[in-house]
């Protein structure tokens, strides 16, 4: 069963008390500062000083390495063999296969592009790894994200695993009555058309129950909500935004300064 | 003056010709507790959206006469307001997760966050609240990982913890065994006797005939008769209309017939039925 429906893990570190915005912040500045900064190992620098020694602060290092190995390093690696392949520059040839040169400035072009996507995905990971979404949800609700607006995301995140089960269902309810859906690509084009009505009607009809649900539990009520969870933001929290939003400052007005 | 008062109440949802409720009048006390029952497409789930106020703020369509509940006049009022007094909840439990949660405690919690109640004093409810049905060993499980007797015991704890004064079931035990289904009419039986107001929609011919207080059947959008559970449920009108009877019911119903049930009364229960076969 779906019993854990986000990335979240509940942890008792440094990084989880965080106000859920600063670590927004921080994801984005991180990913920021490594597209912006002219340095060449910038990324490099990110990976190994700022993400990893984060991920055991947080106290999420099982659960980063387990996504590490099993969706940054493929990305990273095909992004790496690519650029390394097809990247059309530099002279001094190292490598040559069959009609492909590998050069060396190729090389050290796909090794930065590679580590920078690994800084990315790396630094999301982390925000979503030690960020409750309930509290990311209330907190942007606080700051004057419409709740209609924090429903749709946050609800839309939870139910994609629903209607892909549902879809699995309904695709073994029509097979079982003789679909086609193994063949050849035109067949199979074919008949997914039987599966789109039920999926879509279906949840027609699940959208208007559930928003006589939501509305039944006050969701447009004019009151104030208030939260479930005590949201801490404390001077720290803001002192580390301000902070960050200086360094990707910097590295902007150093890539614009030296190009 | 009644808790509840509909007057002459016809409905008729956009794009329809037949009305779904016609000509309804019913009078419910506070504190009472009223089971509705009607063969399907009688309009029960649309008598519930007409007392919970989404009818006609929701669905739109043309209604007539007037809807009462705690002295408030439904189409003078807003539906964010109405929801405030009157708890909905309904059958396929899927659905009435909100979907923005993440645990069973926080999911019940929601409408407490929605409707601005203090943080001190929602965890303390919420508690108290599953306690009532039952469900505080599910506190830190998704919604979505539950059955659907449990997912309907959420949903029934959702608005129970809003404290409505008045508490509209549409079909809330489903998906319930039969333990469950007791101890679902045993809350809400309790509820009632707090001061809490309760229509329900059921099928379930011998819960009703324990638990509640009066009946209303329903055929065509309209009342067919209405009075106490015993009454309503055995009554041959009942048969002539096509609507489910107890199994107790129609089994002492065929007894008499051939001289075996002695009783002028029919049983509804297994225990009335056993009473009176002994005779
Ligand atoms: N959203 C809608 N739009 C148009 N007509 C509707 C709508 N919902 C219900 N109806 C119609 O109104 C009538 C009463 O339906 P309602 O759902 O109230 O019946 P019910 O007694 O709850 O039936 P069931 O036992 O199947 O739940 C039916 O004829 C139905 O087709
Ligand atoms: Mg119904």
Redesign the pocket.
């Known amino acids: 069963m779906h019993e854990r429906l986000s990335f979240f893990v509940k942890r008792d570190s440094a990084l989880h008390p965080l106000n859920p915005l600063t670590k927004i912040v921080l994801a984005l500045g991180i990913i920021l500062v490594s597209i912006f900064s002219p340095w060449y190992w910038t990324s490099h620098v990110l990976l190994l000083v700022v993400i990893v020694p984060l991920v055991f602060i947080g106290k999420v290092a099982t659960e980063y390495f387990t996504s590490a190995l099993r969706l940054i390093l493929p990305a990273a690696g095909f992004i790496f063999f690519m650029q390394a392949f097809f990247q059309p520059i530099g002279q001094t040839v190292i490598f040559n296969f069959w009609f492909l040169d590998i050069t060396q400035e190729s090389l050290l072009f796909a090794f930065r592009i590679a580590t920078r996507i690994t800084v990315m995905i790396s630094a999301f990971t982390l925000f979503l790894l030690t960020t409750h979404p309930s509290e990311l949800m209330s907190d942007l609700t606080r700051r004057g994200l419409p709740p209609q607006f924090a429903y749709v995301i946050i609800s839309t995140l939870q139910i994609l695993p629903q209607m892909q089960a549902k879809a699995q269902t309904i695709i073994a309810a029509q097979r079982s009555r003789g679909l086609d859906t193994e063949s050849t690509f035109f067949k199979r084009i074919g008949s997914v058309v039987p599966l789109v009505s039920p999926l879509v009607f279906g949840s027609l009809v699940e959208v208007e129950e559930r928003a006589i649900a939501i509305e039944a539990r006050g969701f447009t009520s004019k009151k104030a909500k208030t939260s479930l969870y005590e949201i801490s933001d404390r001077s720290s929290d803001k002192f580390i935004r301000w902070g960050l939003v200086i360094f990707v400052i910097i590295s902007i007005v150093l890539k614009l300064w030296l190009s | 003056m009644a808790f509840i008062n509909l007057n002459n109440v016809t409905y008729k949802?956009?794009?329809?010709k037949t009305p779904?409720l016609q000509n309804i009048n019913l009078q419910v006390n506070e504190g009472e507790f009223v089971a509705i029952v009607?063969?399907?497409?009688?309009?029960?789930?649309?008598?519930c959206y007409t007392l919970a106020g989404f009818v006609p703020h929701f669905?739109k369509g043309e209604i007539s006469g007037t809807v009462e509940v705690a002295g408030i006049d439904s189409s003078k009022s807003t539906l964010d307001k109405w929801v405030l007094n009157v708890g909905l909840a309904f059958q396929n439990p899927f659905n009435q997760i909100s979907g923005a949660k993440y645990t069973v405690f926080e999911e019940i919690a929601f409408g407490l966050e929605n409707t601005g109640v203090p943080r001190d004093e929602m965890k303390p409810r919420v508690e108290e609240a599953m306690k009532l049905t039952d469900i505080s060993n599910l506190a830190d499980r998704s919604p979505y990982s539950l059955s659907g007797g449990q997912q309907q015991r959420v949903a029934l704890t959702s608005i129970l913890v809003m404290r409505p004064k008045l508490l509209v079931l549409?079909?809330p035990t489903s998906q319930m065994d039969p333990i469950g289904t007791r101890e679902v009419f045993g809350v809400i039986r309790k509820m009632a006797e707090g001061g809490m107001t309760v229509v329900m929609?059921e099928h379930k011919m011998e819960w009703i005939a324990n638990f509640a207080d009066r009946v209303v059947a329903?055929k065509d959008?309209q009342v067919l008769m209405e009075g106490k559970p015993n009454e309503v449920l055995t009554s041959e009108l009942l048969v002539e209309n096509g609507f489910g009877v107890s199994r107790y019911t129609s089994t002492a119903r065929e007894a008499k017939k051939q001289g075996l049930w002695k009783k002028e009364k029919l049983p509804v229960t297994l225990d009335e039925a056993v009473e009176g076969f002994k005779k």
């Open positions: 949802y956009p794009l329809t779904a009607g063969p399907n497409g009688a309009g029960k789930s649309t008598l669905f549409d079909e929609v329903l959008g």
